[in-house]
T-cell receptor
Framework: SAVISQKPSRDICQRGTSLTIQCQVDSQVTMMFWYRQQPGQSLTLIATANQGSEATYESGFVIDKFPISRPNLTFSTLTVSNMSPEDSSIYLC?????????????FGSGTRLTVV | GNSVTQMEGPVTLSEEAFLTINCTYT??????LFWYVQYPGEGLQLLLKATKADDKGSNKGFEATYRKETTSFHLEKGSVQVSDSAVYFC?????????????FGAGTQVVVTP
């Protein structure tokens, strides 16, 4: 199954700045997914990133706030732009196991973001 | 739309006690069902899965059976250890989505005391 390296693992950022989170997968995958986990909450899907096309955002998330890049089949970035304290969360990337969703998904270790 | 409902926590148990975490779902069609575990300070790990009715997923002493008639996927372990302390998430993959996007329950924190 795929292994994801996600970085940074944590960061403390000033409001109004931006942070770019990277996920590197050790195999080629068509789809990558980005999630947000607010403190004490469950995971919410931000967007689906398909290589070579624009990311598809879920309701409540917009490209200007969370731009995503997917330059190849093993790499993706999520940027959290113009941050405010409400953006303090854990951000995780995910890919399907074995290339098929029925097998489940594997997740990166997460980026714990604190905005001050 | 799809939804997953799981019992609220925290659930506090003594070591070697029996653990049950209830999970029910609502979905159009036949989703795949999953349990994920998040240990303190870590990301999510797939614990077990079931892809069709009556399937039983199992791993690390945990089990869950896909019950279509009751739309449930309850997680059980017969004898918990302190190392099982974590947050457990029930999830389904959207059967109407070609990539089976995951819908998570709210999570249940489990605390096992020595």
């Amino acid at each position: 199954s795929a292994v994801i390296s996600q970085k940074p693992s944590r960061d403390i950022c000033q409001r109004g700045t931006s942070l770019t989170i990277q996920c590197q997968v050790d195999s080629q995958v068509t789809m990558m997914f980005w999630y947000r986990q607010q403190p004490g909450q469950s995971l919410t899907l931000i967007a689906t990133a398909n290589q070579g096309s624009e990311a598809t955002y879920e309701s409540g998330f917009v490209i200007d706030k969370f731009p995503i890049s997917r330059p190849n089949l093993t790499f993706s970035t999520l940027t959290v732009s113009n941050m405010s304290p409400e953006d303090s969360s854990i951000y995780l990337c995910s890919v399907p196991l074995g290339g098929k969703h029925v097998y489940g998904y594997t997740f990166g270790s997460g980026t714990r973001l604190t905005v001050v | 739309g799809n939804s997953v409902t799981q019992m609220e926590g925290p659930v506090t148990l003594s070591e070697e006690a029996f653990l049950t975490i209830n999970c029910t779902y609502t979905a159009t069609g036949y989703p795949s069902l999953f349990w994920y575990v998040q240990y303190p300070g870590e990301g999510l790990q797939l614990l077990l899965k079931a892809t069709k009715a009556d399937d039983k997923g199992s791993n690390k002493g945990f089990e869950a059976t896909y019950r279509k008639e009751t739309t449930s996927f309850h997680l059980e372990k017969g004898s918990v250890q302190v190392s099982d302390s974590a947050v457990y998430f029930c999830a389904l993959s959207d059967p109407t989505d070609s990539w089976g996007k995951l819908q998570f329950g709210a999570g249940t924190q489990v605390v096992v005391t020595p």
